[in-house]
T-cell receptor, first 117, second 112 residues
Framework: GAVVSQHPSWVICKSGTSVKIECRSL??????MFWYRQFPKQSLMLMAT?????????EQGVEKDKFLINHASLTLSTLTVTSAHPEDSSFYIC?????????????FGPGTRLTVL | SQQGEEDPQALSIQEGENATMNCSYK?????LQWYRQNSGRGLVHLIL?????REKHSGRLRVTLDTSKKSSSLLITASRAADTASYFC????????????FGTGTSLTVIP
């Protein structure tokens, strides 16, 4: 069965609104979750590393005030796209790893498709 | 950046043929993983190969890793139409800790 869930799977919103995406680890507690963004026909780009109980680590070029990440518990991380604009339309995917990236499989959520009108 | 490159970008073959995709990366790694993504869907983990391994098999999949050349290949034997998807390699990077980077992907089309 699924190891990681995301909600919603698809969201359409008006420009200027904020959208929250949830990522849940279903099988194990995850101290670290990752958020990726994927534009059509492109690869996944790591946006940020979400650490439970501390601030997220953002990749270069990703605006932390625009993409708010909250890792509230060991099984839940949320990504909020604030004041969304059409250029934020993308496929957002989260992932969890049971142990360390260097030694363990990373499990991905099914993704959330965001369309900003 | 560590992001890898995959070759070819697109590959079209007949059902039953073998498909080979290559991935190159830039810095030292602990492991390399291959994923499949059907159009508009999430990722499916295929296989993980560690830096001290040279070859790994899983069903019709064969993965090789050459750390001296910083490259990996994914071979799908006896391809099926259902194998049509995008395939990505992904690596961690030893000097950046717990982060994970994807290659550019290969779009595979298997013609029935």
């Amino acid at each position: 069965g699924a190891v990681v869930s995301q909600h919603p799977s698809w969201v359409i919103c008006k420009s200027g609104t904020s959208v929250k995406i949830e990522c849940r680890s279903l099988d194990f507690q995850a101290t670290t979750m990752f958020w990726y963004r994927q534009f059509p026909k492109q690869s996944l780009m790591l946006m940020a590393t979400s650490n439970e109980g501390s601030k997220a680590t953002y990749e270069q070029g990703v605006e932390k005030d625009k993409f708010l990440i909250n890792h509230a518990s060991l099984t839940l991380s949320t990504l909020t796209v604030t004041s969304a604009h059409p250029e934020d339309s993308s496929f957002y995917i989260c992932s969890v790893v049971r142990g360390q990236v260097s030694t363990d499989t990373q499990y991905f959520g099914p993704g959330t498709r965001l369309t900003v009108l | 950046s560590q992001q890898g490159e995959e070759d070819p970008q697109a590959l079209s073959i007949q059902e039953g043929e073998n498909a080979t995709m290559n991935c190159s990366y830039k810095t030292s790694i602990n492991n390399l993983q291959w994923y499949r993504q059907n159009s508009g869907r999430g990722l499916v983990h295929l296989i993980l190969i560690r830096s001290n391994e040279r070859e790994k098999h899983s069903g019709r999949l064969r993965v090789t890793l050459d750390t001296s050349k910083k490259s990996s290949s994914l071979l799908i034997t006896a391809s099926r139409a259902a194998d049509t998807a995008s395939y990505f390699c992904a690596t961690d990077a030893i000097d950046t800790g717990n982060q994970f980077y994807f290659g550019t992907g290969t779009s595979l089309t298997v013609i029935p």
